[in-house]
Structure formats: C-alpha cells, structure tokens
C-alpha cells in the first residue's frame, strides 16, 4: 500500500470489534457449558456465539462449525480492515495448512481437512497442486509446496514436508507483519515462532532426536537463536537459559520438567498462556491495529476452548479433567 495506514484509519472497525468482544466464549460462558446438563445444552451456548444450530452433537459436527466461523469472521475482517495485509498475516496460516493437506495426501484424499479460512480459496490450492501450475499462488506458498512435494517423493518422511512447509510459514507471517509497520503484530509472530520451536526442543529431548532433526525442526522469525538452542536441543541440555528474560521464561522451566518426566500439558499450556498474556498488554487500547490482532488471536483461542469442552461433554469427561485441558482466555 502507498498511502500509511494511521491508528485512527482504524477507530470504526476497533468500536465494532470492541462490541463483539462480549458475544464471545468468555469464562462465564466456558463455565457454563462446563456445568451444562448435556451436550446438547453445552452446544447451545456456542449457538450464542455465532456458531449457528446443532442439529445434531457430535465431534464432526462441532468441527464443521468451527471451520465455518473461523471462514466467515475472517472474510468479514479482510472486508473492513483498513490495511488487509494484518488479516492476510493470519490468514496465511490456513495456506500452509492446506498445502500440508495437499501434499501429504497427494491431493486426492484430504479435502475435507481443506480450510476456507485463508488467502487462497482451497479449490484453487487444489488446482494448482493437480496441474503442478502454482503461478497462480503467492510466490513462498508455490516455492514450499514445490519443495515440500518434491521433498516427500525423495524421501517418503511426510515430517520433512512439514518442516519445509512450517519454515516457509513462518517466514511470510514475519514478512507480511512487517509489511504492515506493526511493532505489536511483528512481536506477535516473533513470541509464535519462540513458542513453536520452545516446543519442537522440548519434544525432540524428550524422544531423543539428534542435531540434524532438531536443526531441521526449528523456524525462523524468533528472538532465540536456533543455533544455540538446537546445540541444547541435541545435547539434552536444560532450554530454560536460552529463555531467561523472555515472556516465555516460566514455559521453558516447564519445558525442562516435561523433559525430565513431567507433564507435557502443563508445559503446552505455559507456552499458549505466555501468548495469551502479550495480547492481554494492548486490552487497554482504545483503536489501531492492535485491535485487530487482539480480536483475531481471541477468536483463535475461541475456536480451540469450543473443541476442548464440548467435545469432552460429548466424551463424557469430568468437567474438572476439561478445565485442566483450558488455556487462558483474552475476553
């Protein structure tokens, strides 16, 4: 864009947003379906939220309501957004995801797992993976499924596509927030990419993978060098030094205790609280495109705590075993 996108570009869509903030599953809400009756009930106060009628309640159900909500909230933002590149940032996240789709089920059996949720609608994707014409993509997106594909025929290891295609992701994320100019935004992806590889080095001690593995599992864009911590990663070494100071300080001493034969969810939940407490810094803000990056990561945190209760009321599981499963909430 050539003309600066200002805070004040931003002041209709912040009210809007701001409105919308209390029609979310917020902690009276999770409570709530927590102590429901049944999982019919519990359904019904995600209907509350925009998630439309459950005719039915079940696991496939509930899935096909999420991907809808996610599809239409983001297209609804991409239309209002004064600057769509801070949409589009998030939005590339269901790229990727798609492209994994794709590649590992070689095109043919995973559409049902395809999302509407990003830049590229999925029947494109799916085109352009069958004809192996990407010119229509964005140019990163085409290089890492080429790569990816290629990668998995060579090779037959489906982990090494995801690799590819995880290091490419993280890659346009950073370069779409700083397109933007957004501090905040950039900052965001950066403490993503520290969480997504605090967590790789931690699976990685615990399965005993070696150095060439754990270089190859780490993306770009964080604030911890991927040297040093692939160097620990290999050698079994504890990782909470690397993050002293950090915002995921606690999360990485929580990381070293799941190496050493803790619990592995209260290592995962350390991390996504960690993310959820950076986005908790802009409450506050009354407009700008922090706004925006705050309603879309609260809108995500949204959709995984929708999964994680109801489909344990559909489980039958103890309301307490749930709440342990619960990451922190924005709203």
Same mark, same amino acid.
């Given at each position: ?60 159900? @509930? ?29 590339? /996240? ?18 049902? #797992? ?28 085409? $290089? ?29 994320? #950073? ?20 969480? $997504? ?50 915002? @995921? ?31 908790? $810094? ?30 344990? /009321?559909?489980?039958? @599981? ?7 499963? #619960? ?5």
């Amino acid at each position: 864009m050539s003309k600066k996108v200002k805070d004040t570009d931003y002041l209709y869509l912040s009210t809007y947003l701001r409105a919308q903030e209390p029609k979310m599953l917020g902690r009276d809400r999770i409570e709530r379906m927590l102590t429901a009756k049944t999982a019919a009930d519990a359904a019904r106060i995600l209907e509350e939220c925009g998630y439309g009628t459950f005719e039915t309640v079940t696991a496939s159900v @509930l899935e096909e309501k999420i991907a809808a909500r996610r599809a239409a909230v983001m297209e609804d933002l991409a239309r209002l957004a004064p600057d769509v590149r801070v949409v589009d940032a998030f939005r590339v /996240r269901y790229d990727y995801h798609n492209a994994k789709v794709l590649v590992k089920s070689g095109g043919t059996r995973g559409q049902a #797992l395809l999302s509407s949720a990003g830049r590229v609608p999925p029947q494109q994707m799916e085109e352009a993976f069958s004809t192996g014409s990407f010119a229509g993509l964005p140019q990163p997106l085409a $290089a890492a499924m080429c790569d990816a594909r290629d990668t998995l025929a060579r090779s037959g290891d489906p982990q090494l596509a995801d690799f590819i295609l995880d290091k490419a992701y993280f890659e346009e994320f #950073l370069k779409l927030a700083q397109a933007c100019g957004s501090t905040f935004l950039e900052g965001y992806v950066r403490l993503s990419a520290d969480c $997504a590889n605090l967590k790789s080095a931690v699976r990685a001690q615990r399965m005993g993978k070696d150095a060439a593995f754990c270089r190859k599992a780490l993306v770009p864009a964080g604030t911890v060098d991927c040297g040093r911590l692939a160097g620990r990663m290999a050698a079994r070494e504890p990782l909470a030094p690397l993050f002293d100071g950090t915002r @995921l300080s606690a999360a990485a001493r929580a990381g070293d205790e799941a190496v050493a034969g803790g619990r592995l969810t209260e290592f995962e939940r350390a991390c996504d609280n960690a993310q959820v407490e950076y986005l908790r $810094a802009a409450k506050l803000t009354g407009f700008g495109e922090k706004v925006l990056v705050c309603f879309i990561c609260a809108l995500e945190n949204e959709l995984s705590t929708a999964r994680i209760v109801l489909t344990g /009321r559909i489980g039958g @599981l103890d309301k307490h075993v749930i709440r342990e499963r #619960l990451r922190e909430s924005y709203v």
